[in-house]
Each structure stands twice: as structure tokens, then as C-alpha cells.
């Protein structure tokens, strides 16, 4: 289908983006990717006045190290965080998800940042960040602010990325040496959505667990950690009893949707066996 | 070369040989004329708008903003096309009584289903015509909505058309016992051991072809050209001027090349009437091409019945009856052949068994969703789905394997031919090599051991073998079998062959392909033939003003129906070349010899002529005989007298998770008898591209509807065909038994995979976990229902019906069940008020 008519702005800093966004009406929409832009506008569910497309802001594209802490450019594509070396050794968990995220195509141009604003329950990569800790790094025409990856998820669809914002990087922190990651995706077919996915990092010292951080896809309308889980993996032998009783848990406090997919119930009882899963291979077991 | 064709010098033959299809280059890399690619000085485009609603009473409709809006040229509402838009014609009265409520092309005061047309904008432009969509503002005034087919043939159940009496379009029965070809079937129930029953569903689905259906039409004084995205431009010519009122001779349809159809475009659509009404009207061409939502929501859907069967045997095994109601969901309306599809399937039930009684019945059931029609087997995978089940339920219920109950009941192979309990004579075939060959590409007796080893271990992952045997009425012709099932169209197909000056050659058929590979295998067909090269032969189809005689492709009629008519013109040139080449050679006829296209004569080596010189000389026409006319071309037309048989064995093995509910296939193997096979490669892709559309109606498709009657499934998001990666590798095999009803000796193979494979799949995930007290588990097998069925029993029930919220929820809007959530915007994606 056709999007309603709309301007269009391409920017090549943040600064201009950010000008663009304020002098481009009522209804702006920020373009990354525009692989859920796109669909959203072709089916008319948006009709943006005013488009503002990042694809030239290259300041927002590439991965860094700053001290202890991975940055990822909001506009750094998919494709470029699977190749890149650095996200390899650090977090290996955000490569691990990004492999399940569409298929190639989709990859080329779908983006890190994109991905995280948009806020799909069902998309993989907030619950990562929110289960590595990652602190969100949001510009507007008053300078900078960062937020911590618990407060960014607002609600479906909904993040604390402000109307007159963007979202300019994300920064996470390294992991490596003890840490051992998976991502367990649960879907129907190679290149969909996750019904309900399971994001773990897992630290092992002697024999035991010594930290567990548990971020879940598409329990609820915005990713949430298993915090019961955590707690009940925190000092745990990593036996497989151990796993598999904490990872009982998983559904604590959650409230999933109930679509054609999987019912809600259902979706809780996946929740308890992929966090077993995923934590299992994340302690390597 | 053998040194056999060194010897004469004869090419090797074309058929059997796995040539490339000559068609893929251009449809591959879409250098060609796809229907929407037309571009005619001053067209205008066409968008519609659509019923959010799935039953209502249109109040008003308002055009004014649209008609204002910039780049419209004018709004057509129902109102305005009444007088002459007629009824979209349904040509397979099954039953004499059946009522047919009629089917506007446009709603002019009420709406049956969602997606249905309300008004028509043409404007200058595609994004001109698609912006003024949402500015028509209609009123409607709410109906009840049918959408269950057991409760709408309840006595007071709300009414779809409440002009009719009932949601009941017809009553359709077959019983053996009256019809005189079996027994009497409620005697061999009273009298049977065993009697196992199920109701077993075929969910809805979306033939979801790749192209987007597309219509062009172009006025020119009192003439008509259009192209169409369509399987069937002969059918489309007839039946659209029979519906407009514009001539036949002066109404010219035209298929260009067609990416896909799978029944699906086996129509009479709407939106084909309409742009010939409204071209008509404002005497300027015109296009309407589909979104991919309008595609999924509006074209015809597929299958949809509810299957009560019944089946009767005796202690040892013996099959004695089958018995089977069917509730087949119509939709809102009956177009072309909507009625006949679940009654075609009538005929094979008793699949390839030896059943001594038989009876059927189905209702043809209006609701409130778009209506159903054609889809790949059309009848014939649900008849499968319900035998081949049952079958399995029925070994479960006797304690026996079940491949030996199918030994036990199955047409052996010296019983051929065979007159079944529904009527049918089967041609030919071997049910017993075909399973063994398979049993062997699958490895069965190794995962059998293996799936006892999971068993014993208590594995979580279970492992199960489903089987399909198989067979499949194909080569929809015999025209007076036809007639006798009231079609309103004979099933011969015509041909024509052109000598070209230069030796090269025409081949025009009547069976117009959508992605078949028709110009190849006619191709090597004639080059055998005529004895002409591969090359020289060019396929001409899919225009009426040069192919002007057919009657299209489907139901696996193509090679066996059409193949044979041009082998019969074939046949009809040479005789005419004898004559030519005898007079040139100063031959008697009866002393030529036409082999290798070349004409000799017999004890006179040296002399010959070859057909493509005999093509000059005749164009020349210098030096004919007397008596006959100067042209070698031929035309064809071939009626089969009886269908032909295709058979098969399908075995899948499949892995469930049963902590999890995922079903994975394993391994898939099946061996094919589907006769001669003219080129391997086209029919192993046809096996396979069946394949994936059968698996996925067990695994992945399914239109779902929510309780207000929209297409929550509305997007390729929600409605999951798979991809290559989601299939397994198919081991393939076949066997050969010619058909013997036509020259050509094939069966069809067009629908076989798609048949065979829906019950193999299913089988395959009961066989998995049957020891843990699942019997049953409803299609599309999602993980969900899967595990539902282990853990909690039943067929794993029915599925939540909001769309999942990927896009933000881009399905048709009220389909958000799940809890409250906010859309990304309240716009319509359809238009008008909602
Ligand atoms: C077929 C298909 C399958 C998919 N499957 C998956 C999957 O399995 N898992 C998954 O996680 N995702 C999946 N996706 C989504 C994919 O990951 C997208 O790339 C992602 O959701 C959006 O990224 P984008 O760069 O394309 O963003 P866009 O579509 O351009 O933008 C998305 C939203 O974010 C806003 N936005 C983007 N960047 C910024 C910024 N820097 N600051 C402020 N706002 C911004 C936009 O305004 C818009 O509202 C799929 C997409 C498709 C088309």
C-alpha cells in the first residue's frame, strides 16, 4: 500500500536531526531502518507529517569502547552488530539475538537504535539490553540525559524517548571472562517475532552461580527481568535441579498477552522452560 | 548420445528429459508483463473501499470529500452500478435446489463481509485513488454476525441473507447404495464390529499466490481488452460478458504471464467486473491492482469444512462401510465453483480402498467471511485428510499397524482397473511398490527403533511416522462426467499447432499457465512429436484473440488434458505433411516412413523430406496435390472419457517437543505415481511446491476469524506460509503406471503433494505422542495447541483470536482480544468510518 503524504527531512548530524524534529509539526516520526516504519505507514496505522530519516547522521553508526563499557550507535544495523568483534567478546548475547531478528534482508537495514524505540513486546533486543543493564543515551535540544534499561521501557510500544528525542547510543557493560550468555527464542517459523523469549547472562564461580541477570521477551507490553529467578540463581549450586527450580519461577509477576500465537497461561509455562534452557547453556551445562 | 542415436542420427527423446523450464529466465527476473506493469496512455486507477464491518446496512455513503479530493476523476458507490452490475455467476449448481443469494460485485445496501467493496474511487493516480479511501464516509447499521457453521444451520439461528430461509445453500448426498455402486450403508454399520467416529476440521485458508491479483482494462469504441491476473481468461471472457452484457466477440481477455494462482485465481472477481463497468462508463482504460492486505481479506479463501466420518470394519481388520457429513463453510456469497469444491470431494472418500458401503452428505453453509472457492485439490486434500486419518484411528481402535490395515483394504495392483464404492474408475497403478519404495527413502524400520527408544527413555522429544497413501482424481475433463455433476462447463481442452515458413513452430494452447512450466513441456512434447528441435517451438497462451479456444488450468488438467490436445494436433500435422511429402517425393503415402521429422520412403534410401522443409514448401505453395488445402497446420480438441488416478505413498517422521509443543519434521519421503513424467524437473518442483503448501496447511496456515468477523490473520506477519527454512529436505521417488486414457499416458501432478502430505504431517505428531493419551490435535498443529493436547487432552482447542503484536498491531483493528492496548494510530487502514 501507499503511505499518506508526508515531508521528509535527511539530516546529516544530531543536531539537525534534532532541529528537523522540532520544526516538523504535530507529528513527527524519526526513519532509521524503517522496517517497522515502513509497514506501519504503508498500512497507514501512522501518518506522519513530517519524516525525519537518520540514514545520513553517521555519528549514530558504529561500535566503540569506552572504558569498561561497550557503545553501540543507535543507527548501527543489524548486519553490522552480528560482524562486529567487539559486540563478539563482550556481549555475545546481543549477537546471539540479533541472528534470530528477521532474515537477512531485514538485517541490512533494520538498526540496534530502531529496534529498541520502537518497543515491539515481541522484538528481541529490549529484553537483551535490559538483561546486560544498558544505559540509554537520549539527546533533545536541551543536551543529554541517560537512562538506565529498567526506566527506558515505558509500555507497548512506548519508551522514555520524548516526542522532540532521539535515541543517540546505548551503552552496555562489557562482560567477559566468567559470564556465559544464551538466547532462547521460542517462535513458529525461521523469520518470526518471538512468541516468548529468554535472555541469560549468568556468572559461575566454584561451581555455583554466583549472578544471574534474566531479561524475558514478550511477557507483558514491555520486556521484564525474572527477578524471582534471579534471586533463587543468586549463590545456587549449577546443578540442573538448582536451574530447573529457579527457573520455575520465570513467570512470577508477569501478565502476556493472549493472541494467536499463545495464550497467556501458555506463554508463562514457556517462559519456565526456556529460562531453564537458557540459563542451562548460559552456565554451561 | 547412446551409440543407438549415432547409428540414426535421431535426437535423444525430449520427454522424460529434466530440461530447465525455458519460461524462468523472464519470470525469475520479472523482465516480463506482469498484469500491473501495463501502462496505457491516460489510464486511471482504481482503489476500493472496503467494509470494516462484517455485517451490516449500509445508511449512506458518502463521497463528496473524495470526489473533491485532489486527482480523483469520480467515486462509483453500489448505488451507482446497481442497475448493471448483475450477479457474479456461480457455475457449479450441485444440486438443483440449492439457493444462490446472488453476489454484487459491490454492496449497494448491505455488507456480508469484511472487505467487502462499498465504493470504487478512480482517480488519476495510484497514491491519488489510495488517499481518497479514507475520505468516503459510510454509515452502517450493524447485522448479527454469523461465523459458526454448527450453530448457523441451528433452527433460529441469526441469518446471513435474511431474504433466504436458513444459512443452508444446499443439501448435497451421495449414497452408494442408491446409486447402485456399493451397499447399503446404515446396514454396514448396524452390522459392523467397530465403528470409530471423529470430527475432524479443515480450517480456512488463503491461497496467498505471490503476484497480487492485478486487472487492466482498455475500451476501445465498442471493444474490450482485459488484462487480467487470472488462472482462467477463457472462463473470464464468457462468464464476464455474460455478466456486463458486453459481447463475447467484442470483449478480448488476456493473461499475461501469472505469478501463481493455486485456485485462487480460478474467479470471476469483483473487482474484474468493476473495472469493466467502470471503464465502460468513463470510456477511459483503467487499473486496479491489490495490496497484499486487500489480497489475504478479499480474495477467495480455501477449504474450511467441518468432517463428522465414520467408519466401519470388522475385528480382523476389514473395512465394511464409510460414512461422512460435511459442514462446508461458503462464505457470504457462492462464486464460481464455491458450492462444487467440498462436493468434488465427495468422490474420494474411499480413497484407495476397497469400501463395500458409502455415503456423504454435505451442507453448503453461508456465513459472514469472504466466500470460499478453489484451492489446491479442492475437494479432494480434505477427502485425503478424512480417509487418511480415520485409517489411522481405526488401526489405533483394532490394535493394528497401521500400514497393514491399508495392505489389508487397498486395491491391489492386478485389480486395476477398478470401479470404486463412489462410482470412479481407477486406471491404473501399485499401492504396494509405491509403499515399499517409500518405506525405503524414508528408512522406516531404523526410526522405528528409534522412535521406541525415545518412548522407553521417556525422551522429551518424541519421535512419530505419519503415512498418506494416496490417491487423487486429476485431469479435470471428461465433459459429460462433468455434466453430470451439473458443472456448467465441459473439461475438453483445444490446441493448435503453426508451421512457420522457416521451419519453426507455434504451439497455441487453451491451458494457460500461472508458473506451471507449460512452454517447456509442451515444447519437448511437440519436438518429439514433429521430430522438430526444442528451440524451434515457441508456446503461445493466455490471450483470447490467439488462443482462442480453452478452458484453462487447474485441477491438474494441464499435461493430461491440454498436453494431449496438442499431441493430437502433432498427430494431425504429420498426416497432413504425408500427403505434402508424398506428392513431393513422388511417394505413395502408405510407403512413408516419418521418423526424426523427416518423411522417407521405405526401400529407397535417400529419399526423404523433412517437416519443417515440407513447412516452406507448403507456405510457398507452388507445388501441392489436388484436393487439399496448402497448409500443414492442425487443431486439436481432446475430452478424455475418464479421469486419471495419481497415486502415492507420503511418509513423514516427525520429532515433538513435548515440553514445549514444537513439531519439527524429521525426515519426509514419498514415492509418486503420477504416469508418464515428460520432464523430472517440473514434477519433482511441483511435488515439492505441493509439498510445502500441504505441510503448511498441518503446521502454519490458518484464517482466523474474530468473534466481530475480522481477518485477524490479515498480514504474512500473522498468516505464516513457511520458507524453505522452515521445510525439510524432501526424498522423492516415483513410480510409473501410464494413464491409459490418454495419449500421453500422464496422471497430473499439480495438486498430488498438496493432497498426500496435510495427513502424513498429522499423523506423523499423533503417531509422536499417542502414548500419552492424545487421539486428536486440530490443524495448524501450532505449539501451543500441541501442547495443549498433551497436557491438558482434547485437540488443543481453539486459538486466541488477536492478531500478535508485531507492527503494532497492523491486522484489522478490533482484533486486539488480548488485553487493552493502544494503536499506533487510529486510521483505518480500510477506509470509511469505523
Ligand atoms: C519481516 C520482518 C521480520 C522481523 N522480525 C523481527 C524479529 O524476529 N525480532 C525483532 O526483534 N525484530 C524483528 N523485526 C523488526 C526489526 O528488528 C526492525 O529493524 C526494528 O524493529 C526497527 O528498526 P529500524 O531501524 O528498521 O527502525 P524504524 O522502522 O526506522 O523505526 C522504528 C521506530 O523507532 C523510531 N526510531 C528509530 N530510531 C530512532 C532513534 N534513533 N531515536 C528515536 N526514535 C527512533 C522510529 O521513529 C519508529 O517509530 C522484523 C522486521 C521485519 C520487516
Redesign the interface.
Known amino acids: 500500500?501507499?503511505p499518506?503524504?508526508f515531508e521528509y527531512a535527511r539530516p546529516t548530524t544530531v543536531d539537525e536531526a534534532l532541529q528537523a524534529i522540532a520544526a516538523g509539526g504535530e507529528d513527527v516520526k524519526v526513519l532509521a531502518g524503517g522496517q517497522?516504519l515502513i509497514?506501519?505507514m504503508r498500512?497507514?496505522?501512522?501518518?506522519p507529517e513530517t519524516v525525519v530519516d537518520l540514514g545520513r547522521v553517521t555519528e549514530l553508526r558504529g561500535v566503540r569502547e569506552d572504558g569498561d563499557a561497550l557503545v553501540i550507535g543507535a543507527m548501527t544495523t543489524h548486519s553490522d552488530v552480528l560482524a562486529d568483534p567487539l559486540i563478539g567478546r563482550y556481549a555475545p548475547l546481543i549477537a546471539e539475538a540479533t541472528a534470530t531478528v528477521a532474515d537477512r534482508q531485514v538485517r541490512h537495514r533494520g538498526t540496534f537504535g530502531g529496534a529498541l524505540v520502537h518497543a515491539?513486546?515481541?522484538g528481541d533486543l529490549p529484553a537483551v539490553a535490559l538483561a546486560l543493564d544498558a544505559e540509554f543515551v537520549i539527546a533533545g535540544t536541551g543536551g543529554r540525559r541517560t537512562v538506565p534499561a529498567r526506566e527506558f521501557s515505558v509500555?507497548?510500544?512506548t519508551t522514555a524517548v520524548g516526542e522532540e528525542e532521539l535515541l543517540v547510543e546505548v551503552r552496555v557493560p562489557k562482560l567477559d571472562g566468567q559470564w556465559g550468555m544464551r538466547y532462547e527464542k521460542?517462535n513458529?517459523?525461521?523469520?518470526?517475532?518471538s512468541?516468548v523469549a529468554v535472555a541469560a547472562a549468568v556468572r559461575r564461580e566454584n561451581g555455583h552461580i554466583a549472578e544471574a541477570r534474566i531479561g524475558l521477551t514478550n511477557m507483558g507490553?514491555t520486556p521484564l527481568r525474572a527477578g524471582a529467578v534471579e534471586a533463587a540463581l543468586a549463590g545456587a549450586e549449577a546443578t540442573p535441579e538448582a536451574i530447573a527450580a529457579a527457573a520455575a519461577h520465570a513467570a512470577e509477576g508477569t501478565?502476556p498477552?493472549?493472541?494467536?500465537?499463545?495464550?497467556?497461561d501458555?506463554r508463562q509455562?514457556?517462559a519456565t522452560?526456556l529460562t531453564r534452557r537458557a540459563v542451562t547453556a548460559a552456565a554451561g551445562l | 548420445m547412446t551409440a543407438v542415436e549415432d547409428r540414426t542420427g535421431a535426437p535423444s527423446p525430449e520427454i522424460g528429459k529434466a530440461r530447465k523450464r525455458k519460461e524462468d529466465a523472464r519470470l525469475i527476473t520479472g523482465r516480463t508483463t506482469w498484469t500491473d506493469n501495463m501502462v496505457l496512455p491516460g489510464m486511471l486507477h482504481l482503489a476500493v473501499v472496503r467494509s470494516p464491518v462484517a455485517h451490516a446496512r449500509i445508511t449512506n455513503v458518502d463521497v463528496t470529500a473524495a470526489a473533491d479530493a485532489p486527482g480523483v476523476v469520480a467515486v462509483f458507490t453500489g448505488a451507482d452500478l446497481a442497475e448493471e452490475q448483475g450477479s457474479l455467476p456461480c457455475a457449479w449448481p450441485v444440486t438443483p435446489d440449492m439457493v444462490n443469494p446472488g453476489h454484487p460485485s459491490i454492496a449497494v445496501d448491505r455488507v456480508n463481509h469484511v472487505g467487502e467493496a462499498v465504493a470504487v474511487i478512480v482517480a488519476r493516480s495510484k497514491a491519488a485513488a489510495q488517499d481518497a479511501v479514507e475520505l468516503v464516509d459510510v454509515d452502517y447499521d450493524g447485522l448479527p454476525v454469523v461465523l459458526d457453521m454448527e450453530e448457523a444451520v441451528e433452527g433460529g439461528a441469526d441469518l446471513v441473507h435474511d431474504h433466504l430461509e436458513s444459512n443452508t445453500s444446499y443439501h448435497f448426498v451421495f449414497d452408494a447404495g442408491e446409486m447402485g455402486t456399493g451397499s447399503d450403508t446404515e446396514q454396514a454399520f448396524a452390522d459392523a464390529d467397530v465403528v470409530v467416529s471423529r470430527r475432524l476440521i479443515q480450517q480456512r485458508l488463503i491461497p496467498a499466490f505471490m503476484e497480487p491479483r492485478s486487472v487492466v482494462v482498455q475500451p476501445q469504441g465498442d471493444n474490450y481488452t482485459m488484462w487480467s491476473a487470472t488462472q482462467i481468461p477463457h472462463i473470464l471472457r464468457v462468464m464476464a460478458a455474460m455478466v456486463t452484457g458486453i459481447p463475447e466477440h467484442k470483449l478480448r481477455v488476456v493473461a499475461p504471464d501469472v505469478g501463481g494462482g493455486f485456485g485462487g485465481k480460478l474467479q470471476v472477481n469483483p473487482e474484474e467486473i468493476l473495472c469493466l463497468l467502470i471503464a465502460r462508463r468513463l470510456g477511459k482504460p483503467v487499473k486496479w491492482t491489490e495490496t497484499r492486505s486487500e489480497s489475504l481479506m478479499t480474495a477467495h479463501h480455501g477449504r474450511d469444512q467441518i468432517q463428522y466420518v465414520d467408519i466401519a470394519a470388522d475385528r480382523e481388520g476389514n473395512v465394511k462401510g464409510l460414512r461422512v457429513r460435511l459442514l462446508a463453510d461458503m462464505g457470504a456469497y457462492l462464486r464460481l465453483i464455491t458450492p462444487g469444491v467440498p462436493a468434488l470431494g465427495a468422490f474420494m472418500y474411499p480413497g484407495i480402498y476397497k469400501f463395500p458401503a458409502y455415503r456423504f452428505e454435505c451442507d453448503g453453509v453461508f456465513t459472514n467471511k469472504v466466500p470460499t472457492d478453489a484451492y489446491r485439490g479442492a475437494g479432494r486434500p480434505e477427502a485425503t485428510f478424512a480417509i487418511e486419518r480415520i485409517m489411522d484411528e481405526l488401526a489405533v481402535e483394532l490394535g493394528m499397524d497401521p500400514m497393514e490395515l491399508r495392505r489389508k483394504n487397498w486395491i491391489n495392483a492386478d485389480e486395476f482397473p477398478f470401479t470404486t464404492v463412489a462410482g470412479l474408475a481407477y486406471d491404473s497403478g501399485d499401492y504396494e511398490t509405491a509403499t515399499q519404495q517409500a518405506l525405503e527413502l524414508l528408512g522406516y524400520d531404523e526410526l522405528r527403533a528409534e522412535q521406541q527408544r525415545r518412548r522407553e527413555s521417556g525422551d522429551r522429544v518424541q519421535l512419530g511416522i505419519g503415512i498418506s497413501t494416496f490417491t487423487e482424481m486429476c485431469g479435470l475433463a471428461p465433459s459429460r462426467v462433468l455434466g453430470s455433476l451439473s458443472f456448467g462447463a465441459g473439461g475438453w481442452e483445444h490446441a493448435a499447432i503453426r508451421m512457420l515458413p522457416t521451419g519453426k513452430v507455434e504451439v497455441v494452447t487453451g491451458s494457460t499457465p500461472h508458473g506451471q512450466g507449460h512452454e517447456t513441456a509442451w515444447s519437448q512434447l511437440v519436438a518429439d512429436s514433429l521430430g522438430v528441435p526444442f528451440e524451434d517451438i515457441e508456446v503461445l497462451h493466455g490471450d483470447t484473440a490467439i488462443s482462442s479456444r480453452g478452458l484453462d488450468t487447474y485441477g491438474s488438467r494441464s499435461l493430461v488434458v491440454g498436453g494431449s490436445a496438442v499431441v493430437k494436433a502433432a498427430d494431425k500435422v504429420i498426416a497432413k505433411a504425408r500427403k505434402i511429402a508424398a506428392h513431393l517425393l513422388e511417394a505413395s503415402e502408405d510407403d512413408l516412413e516419418f521418423s526424426g521429422g523427416r518423411f522417407s520412403v521405405r526401400g529407397t534410401p535417400g529419399a526423404g523430406l523433412g517437416i519443417q522443409e515440407i513447412a516452406l514448401a507448403i507456405f510457398a505453395a507452388h507445388d501441392y496435390p489436388e484436393g487439399v488445402e496448402p497448409s500443414i497446420d492442425a487443431e486439436a480438441t481432446f475430452d478424455p472419457e475418464n479421469f486419471s488416478f495419481p497415486h502415492g505413498t507420503h511418509l513423514c517422521a516427525m520429532e515433538v517437543d513435548t515440553e514445549t509443543g514444537f513439531v519439527k519434521i524429521r525426515k519426509y519421503a514419498c514415492v509418486d505415481d503420477v504416469g508418464t513424467i515428460v520432464n523430472p524437473l517440473i514434477v519433482e518442483g511441483q511435488v515439492h511446491g505441493g509439498l510445502a503448501q500441504g505441510i503448511a496447511q498441518a503446521l502454519y496456515e490458518e484464517a482466523v476469524y474474530d468473534a466481530d468477523g475480522n481477518l485477524t490473520t490479515g498480514t504474512f506477519v500473522d498468516y505464516l506460509v513457511p520458507s524453505a527454512a522452515d521445510l525439510p529436505h524432501f526424498d522423492t521417488g516415483n513410480t510409473v503406471h501410464t494413464a491409459p486414457g490418454n495419449p500421453i499416458g500422464a496422471k497430473g501432478v499439480g495438486e498430488a503433494g498438496c493432497i498426500a502430505s496435510t495427513p502424513a504431517v498429522v499423523n506423523a505428531a499423533l503417531d509422536a505422542v499417542r502414548h500419552l493419551g492424545v487421539t486428536d490435535i486440530r490443524m495448524p498443529l501450532t505449539p501451543e495447541r500441541v501442547w495443549r493436547a498433551i497436557h491438558a487432552g482434547g485437540d488443543g482447542g481453539d486459538r486466541a483470536t488477536a492478531g500478535s503484536n508485531a507492527y503494532g498491531g497492523a491486522q484489522t483493528e478490533t482484533t486486539a482480544g488480548g488485553g487493552a492496548r493502544s494503536s499506533v494510530s487510529n486510521a483505518s487502514s480500510l477506509g470509511g468510518d469505523r
Open positions: 500500500m501507499i499518506a503524504p517497522s509497514p506501519v498500512l497507514r496505522l501512522a501518518a515491539d513486546p515481541a509500555d507497548y510500544l521460542f513458529r517459523v525461521a523469520q518470526a517475532w512468541i507490553p501478565e498477552s493472549s493472541d494467536l500465537n499463545a495464550q497467556a501458555y509455562h514457556l522452560v
